[in-house]
């Protein structure tokens, strides 16, 4: 029946049975800058591993920093100041995410993260750079 796939669906998703929360966006400024500074430290983390060649690892950190914001930011919707705390965050982490990807030789990876850091700085130079790079590599 209808009833029990749902009660074996909820058991799947939930398996402890818990109450869940519902999700609280960021509404103020101050919860907005507890999330940015949650990205900043897992992109530390990734810096760390990357200086240790651990380029996989990296990723998935530089990943993790831009991930903070999948679920609430919007450029379209966002202040001024908020988007400036955000792209200080979100641009070097593609950026990195790129230099990994270029490591790894996952250069299409590389040029898509490249692509993301220039629509967030249409100027800056490591994108450029790594995107040609990345682009010359797949024969562009």
């Known amino acids: 029946s209808k009833q029990q796939l749902l009660q074996q669906y909820a058991k799947f998703t939930n398996p402890q049975g818990k109450p ?34 651990e380029y996989v690892e990296a990723a998935k950190k530089y990943e993790l920093g831009i991930l903070k914001f999948a679920d609430w930011y ?43 850091a220039l629509e967030i700085d249409a100027e800056n130079v490591k994108a450029l750079f790594r995107r040609g790079s990345s682009q010359m590599q797949l024969g562009y």
Do not use: W
């Open 20 to 53: 869940r929360q519902a999700y609280a966006f960021p509404e103020t400024i101050d919860q907005q800058r507890a999330i940015c500074e949650e990205a900043a430290r897992i992109k530390a983390e990734g810096n760390t591993h990357y200086a240790r060649g």
């Open 74 to 116: 919007s450029d379209l919707f966002a202040s001024d100041e908020e988007k400036k705390m955000v792209r200080e965050i979100k641009l070097p982490c593609h950026l990195n995410l790129a230099a990994c990807s270029h490591r790894l030789g996952n250069h299409a990876h590389a040029v898509a993260h490249c692509t993301q």
